[in-house]
Nanobody, 125 residues
Framework: QVQLVESGGGLVQAGGSLRLSCAASGRLFRINAMGWYRQAPGKQRELVAA???????NYADSVKGRFTISRDGAKNTVYLQMNSLKPEDTAVYYC???????????????????WGQGTQVTVSS
């Protein structure tokens, strides 16, 4: 009943840019914070950037100064602008919501640690 749908991934040359989007759909009441994680082959999933619905942001050291996370509260959408991309940024990027509150019928439901399906980002050297 609630979905996080990512888009914007693709293949780009080193030094290029991509913009990822994550749209939350459903009868949403509140989203506490959203973030972008990534997982490269053979590696653990790691936090890339996060933003609270109040606008506070947090970035992994490896992307500071290159990536920018932002959100459009009216659209329940979070963006990740990725500039100066490097081959080591290659990974599947996942959108995450730490807590979703939404209506199911007349009931207010909670979902924690909610994930999108992921979008592939490939940076060629």
């Amino acid at each position: 009943q609630v979905q996080l749908v990512e888009s914007g991934g693709g293949l780009v040359q080193a030094g290029g840019s991509l913009r990822l989007s994550c749209a939350a759909s459903g009868r949403l009441f509140r989203i506490n914070a959203m973030g972008w994680y990534r997982q490269a082959p053979g590696k653990q999933r790691e936090l890339v950037a996060a933003i609270t619905w109040g606008g506070s942001t947090n970035y992994a050291d490896s992307v500071k100064g290159r990536f920018t996370i932002s959100r459009d509260g009216a659209k329940n959408t979070v963006y990740l602008q990725m500039n100066s991309l490097k081959p080591e940024d290659t990974a599947v990027y996942y959108c995450n919501a730490d807590r979703l509150q939404y209506y199911s019928g007349s009931y207010l439901r909670d979902e924690y640690d909610y994930w999108g399906q992921g979008t592939q980002v490939t940076v060629s050297s």
